[in-house]
């Protein structure tokens, strides 16, 4: 791609609807002339200040006969809409695969630093924990007193228990020991541990890099948050990859998985304080993003976002797309607490600080879109670029949209 005019360029395509979105941007040059060309692969445009060329992925081929709606937005551009053709996304694959990791030792990372937390663990089974408030529906499925009051879910040795946003493991039998200094732990009774309530003095703290990575729930068992660990197969190395990215990828995940699941597609996202930071409503999650567009100054002096600007600036990114709604400084306590008693909405936790790191992306993406998509209705979008890594593609996009 050439862009010496510095000319926007956005595409989404929806794999599901067959349909393109177009939108041009105006040079910074005002006035200029300037020559459009789609091709079933490609799309051209030329100024007098230079040519700006987008190719598309082997999967993905525009009409352009089809074109139409061509319209001017001030602030945007051109918008075009287009048919497309578009292989639909390969079957999610789950974050933890529950057959391959049952096979192999694996080794736990702290994923901020690749401090090893636990090394060569033999996982004989790996299996999905029922959804945190099922206990509330035993009633309705016995007759007779809860058979499952005083029997906390506790893993054994060798066993990994995954949760929405989290897996519990046994650590007795581990070489490693959390620092006496860096983890606290808290003796919880039985029914604490059923509720999977996070204690505030119960904190496992990563011993180089004192990030949390989770929470004893137990003597013998630890919660350990998705988005704070990398497992990989003991044969294997640490793999590095951008924080901002990893960290889109498992809530992208995590959503996608939820939605297929169980048909929910609102979530509110917590602090493992239990404090709301983000309401989410899921909208789609079959959208391709390519875009060409200058790294935003705006953002250079944030560390957290440096790699988005290290990649290729016309990447194609698999995208999906969320209204969002911030709920700090006690921002919407009313539409949050809303939503906290409602019984189609699902709770996700996570530390604190990773609320805060969603919150920045999402917040990074809505300034990336073009101005005309940032709003829907009453909802402010944001295109929160939730990046999920799958062996076939790019990673994912996320259009978050503030309620």
Request: aromatic share 8%; glycine share 4%; with cysteine.
């Amino acid at each position: 791609m050439a862009a010496a005019a510095e000319l926007r360029v956005f595409l989404e395509v929806r794999r599901r609807l067959q349909s393109a979105l177009l939108i041009v941007g105006e040079p910074k040059e005002g006035g200029m002339p300037m020559d459009v060309s789609i091709t079933p692969s490609s799309f051209q445009a030329r100024t007098p200040a230079g040519c700006t060329e987008i190719r598309l992925p082997a999967e993905v081929r525009l009409v352009p006969l089809s074109s139409r709606g061509l319209q001017y937005v001030a602030g945007d551009g051109l918008h075009l809409r287009l048919q497309a053709r578009a292989e639909c996304s390969t079957k999610l694959i789950p974050l933890f695969n529950q057959s391959s990791q049952a096979q192999d030792c694996c080794t736990f990372y702290c994923q901020s630093c690749g401090e090893v937390i636990i090394r060569d663990r033999k996982l004989l089974r790996v299996l999905p924990l029922p959804s945190e408030n099922w206990g509330a529906l035993v009633g309705e499925w016995c007759c007779h007193p809860d058979p499952f009051a005083d029997k906390p879910l506790h893993p054994q040795e060798n066993d990994c228990f995954i949760g929405d946003s989290f897996f519990l493991l046994n650590i007795k039998s581990d070489m490693w020991q959390p620092h006496p200094a860096l983890v606290e732990t808290h003796c919880l009774s039985s029914e604490d541990h059923f509720k999977l309530k996070p204690k505030a003095n119960t904190k496992v703290i990563c011993k180089r890099c004192k990030i949390m990575l989770g929470e004893t729930m137990s003597s013998e068992t630890v919660k350990f948050y998705m988005t704070e660990m990398i497992i990989q197969p003991s044969e294997r190395n640490f793999p590095i990859i951008p924080r901002s990215q990893f960290v889109q990828s498992i809530i992208a995940q995590c959503l996608m998985e939820l939605s297929s699941a169980r048909s929910t597609f609102r979530f509110r996202i917590q602090g493992h304080d239990s404090k709301a930071y983000i309401l989410l409503w899921l909208l789609n999650s079959d959208s391709l993003v390519i875009e060409s567009l200058g790294s935003p100054k705006s953002f250079k002096k944030f560390p957290l976002l440096e790699d988005v600007w290290k990649a290729d600036c016309s990447s194609a990114w698999n995208a999906i797309k969320v209204l969002y709604q911030p709920c700090i400084k006690s921002r919407n306590e009313k539409l949050a607490s809303s939503w906290e008693s409602d019984i189609s909405v699902h709770s996700l936790t996570l530390p604190s600080a990773t609320c805060l790191e969603l919150l920045l992306i999402l917040s990074r993406n809505n300034a990336m879109l073009p101005p005309s998509l940032r709003y829907m209705n009453s909802f402010q979008v944001r295109r929160g670029a939730i990046v999920r890594q799958t062996p076939s593609c790019a990673p994912t996009v996320i259009y978050p949209a503030t309620l």
